[in-house]
């Protein structure tokens, strides 16, 4: 959005995108200047140019600062004022969705800061009219909120009007928090548990990323498609799960300032449609991608196991600890395209 929040549109269209995410405003400042009236015409009129539904294809993401769980009044109160800010902005922009972290419940006892989370969520549908609020699980360090699936399906119960919360599941956080998500069976296994759990009809959006830190690190690590420790396959599975198709995906993964990054993993997801599992292509790219990533994942590893070996000394029990490998499951008959 430099330039202009309707230059997010523009982007999103030059490197391929079908939907797209955005900040509202700068998501590391409190107060940012409106979005003049002048760029909401023109946001609008360049979703209308290039066929994006600003209620369905869009999903902002809330400042990083936001934390409505916190136990401190006064900053409970400001990070509620930035929340609405948001979803006003949204509002003005004919934006559907809009995503954001949790929260923390700091030193506070955790099912309170569930409710003061819910609270506010109740208190901001009032104050607006569509927009759906999407609350996206985390991965798991700290006290971090919606690290477990019951946490979230704890703050929809909570919510009065469930037609306005969703969910956004980012892949690396799941894996990172210890879900392991990363082949179909997985995957599969952790829909449905996100369904008896959460519930389908909540699922609203997916952040898709690698992670550079290993199953159950709780380390917030974002890495290419197929570098990390997830590995390419589950990547192939979403872009064959027929019931992601109606709600955005929106990349994630670390690009610097290069978004056309972003575009070349478009091209991977969409190439790997119609692929099965020992499609040859697939699995030479899988091989590719994975040596590529291969330094980033040795240095993550060792940290890791560092890091658990220092906690079992501290508390003087022993974690069993799985190291991750990237392996490509090949039938004996290789299918080619």
């Given amino acids: 959005?430099?330039?202009?929040?309707?230059?997010?549109?523009?982007?999103?269209?030059?490197?391929?995108?079908?939907?797209?995410?955005?900040?509202?405003?700068?998501?590391?400042?409190?107060?940012?200047?409106?979005?003049?009236?002048?760029?909401?015409?023109?946001?609008a009129e360049l979703c209308k140019k290039y066929g994006y539904n600003p209620r369905t294809d869009i999903l902002p993401h809330g400042s990083y600062f936001i934390n409505l769980g916190n136990p401190d009044p006064e900053k409970e109160e400001k990070a509620y004022g930035s929340f609405l800010d948001d979803l006003k902005r949204c509002e003005k922009l004919n934006i559907g969705l809009y995503n954001f972290h949790p929260g923390s419940s700091l030193d506070s006892?955790?099912?309170?800061?569930?409710e003061r989370l819910a609270k506010n969520i109740n208190k901001a549908i009032k104050e607006t009219e569509f927009v759906k609020i999407v609350i996206e699980n985390m991965a798991g360090h700290g006290n971090l909120i919606g690290s477990n699936l019951q946490d979230i399906r704890d703050v929809i119960d909570m919510v009065e009007d469930k037609s306005r919360v969703g969910v956004c599941l980012d892949t690396c956080h799941s894996f990172a928090a210890g879900y392991d998500i990363s082949d179909e069976e997985k995957f599969n296994a952790f829909l449905k548990q996100f369904d008896d759990i959460i519930g389908a009809e909540y699922l609203s959006a997916i952040h898709l990323n690698d992670s550079k830190a290993p199953l159950g690190?709780?380390?917030?690590?974002?890495?290419?498609?197929?570098y990390g420790f997830l590995g390419l396959e589950v990547f192939r599975v979403i872009a064959n799960c027929d019931r992601l198709k109606t709600i955005p995906i929106i990349l994630e993964t670390p690009v610097g300032n290069d978004d056309s990054v972003y575009g070349e993993e478009i091209k991977l997801l969409e190439w790997l449609e119609g692929r099965s599992i020992d499609d040859g292509e697939f699995v030479a790219k899988t091989e590719e991608l994975s040596k590529l990533g291969s330094k980033e994942r040795d240095?993550?590893?060792?940290?890791?196991?560092?890091?658990?070996?220092?906690?079992?000394k501290k508390t003087g029990t022993k974690k069993r600890t799985v190291k991750v490998e990237i392996t490509t499951m090949v039938s004996k008959k290789t299918k080619t395209k």
Avoid: C, Y
């Fill in 1 to 43: 959005m430099s330039g202009g929040i309707s230059k997010a549109v523009t982007n999103a269209m030059d490197i391929g995108a079908n939907s797209f995410a955005l900040f509202l405003k700068s998501p590391r400042k409190w107060v940012s200047p409106d979005i003049p009236d002048a760029e909401a015409e023109k946001f």
């Fill in 109 to 114: 006892d955790h099912g309170e800061a569930l």
């Fill in 217 to 226: 690190a709780n380390r917030d690590l974002h890495q290419k498609l197929g």
């Fill in 299 to 312: 240095e993550h590893l060792k940290k890791f196991e560092a890091k658990t070996a220092k906690s079992e």
